[in-house]
């Protein structure tokens, strides 16, 4: 085990063992909804925080833990106004909720505990825009955790719960306007005809949503992906060869950043660079089908229309060609009968949620899925038998109540009468395909 391991995990036990219980963590959040705002940098914040409890005398936690804090600060990219909506209600009357900020979380946890006397934070809006992290907030300082802010202090009285009523409603008041006015802009640049998104291979984005222009390299290669097709001798494969041929490549991305690299601290933060990709047989085919490069922009609405940002690379007579060609070569399988197996769509691959289809083998039937290039699964096949003796065990440890013996009767009851009714209706047609036969 690593020595920052075994500290870090010595921190914890201290924790744990109250070690901290009058000392304070300093918070910062840097809010994804305003990056150009001075008081939302991580600098600023941590800069003022700090002189706040120096000037207060207020002991920090000199603790680093991997995920949480650094030196007993804790930072963290996230937008304070978006919250999930699921609650969860359990036999006890708890309502749970999600908190969406993994430090925030881990946070609340220790000051729940009473590990930590209490936290510093800039202003209300730095640690809340939301009712319900407001509520989590409230809760802790009525249970005695020392909430400090450097910009207001709010007493203990009538006036000034009214004041943190104020500053909690127009931090949240904030947010909302800042949606909204993103929305409406968004809405009214897609009306318009402008990119508002990222331009797909073949144009350069380079910052402006007004000009999207070619890609000098790539645009012609494309061009000539539409004009091959659109003769209809060649296929999807054929043009991911030529495209190599060419030297085609997607245009350079980063890839997502890991959970270690979200929660890592701003100095920690590793440059991930962009990386291209070969070309595939189903980025051909999202190219082709792709309006965009006809002069048309995505709109409101989810419907294209005319673009102001960007040229046509080619022209709607051939677009409309290769989708012609490519509903041609569209080949679907239709059974016009399906064998009457038993557990039809409803065995499914525990990890990629695809189905095990029902098939016969030399009298016995089997199951076969074809998963995920990705799943870590790697039963593809089993019969039935297999099946049965795990559906069995399960089914062996199951105890009912009288109660639900008389509800499972009343449906079994009800499933037979269905299966009683189809199977006359089949005979009636088949006796109604005889009499017109003969």
Known sequence: MELSN?????????????????????????????????KNSIAYQKAENLKFAQRVKLPIALITIAGLCADGVISEKHSGFKENNDLTFTKDGLVQYHIDRPKFQKLV???????????VCLCWDRISRNKG??????????????????????????????HMDIDGMFAEHHSRVTSEKVRLTTWNLRERGVVTYKAPIGYLNQGNMEKKPLDPDRAPIIKKLFEHYATGDWTLADLVRF???????????????????????????????????PITISYIHKILTNPFYTGRALGNEGKYVPSVSHEALIDDELYNNVQKVLKDKKVSVHYTQKLELPLRGMVRCGECRRVYTPYLQKGIQYFGSRCAPTCSNTKKSFNIEFLEEGVGKFFGRLIFTEDEKIQLDSRTSTDISLFEEKRLKKIEQSDRRKKKIR
């Open 6 to 38: 075994i500290n870090e995990a010595q921190i914890l036990k201290d924790i744990a063992a109250g070690k901290y219980r009058d000392y304070y963590l300093v918070y910062i959040r840097k809010s994804t909804d305003e990056p150009d705002n001075q």
């Open 109 to 119: 946890q220790f000051l729940s505990l009473g590990l930590f006397q209490g936290i």
């Open 133 to 162: 992290d407001d509520t989590l907030i409230r809760k802790l300082m009525r249970k005695g955790i020392d909430v400090r802010f450097v910009y207001a202090n709010y007493d203990k009285t009538s006036a000034g719960a009214l």
């Open 243 to 277: 495209a190599n041929q060419q030297g085609l490549i997607t245009v350079p991305v980063r890839r997502r950043r890991t959970q270690a690299e979200i929660l890592a601290e701003e100095s920690e933060e590793v440059a991930i660079e962009k990386v291209s990709r």
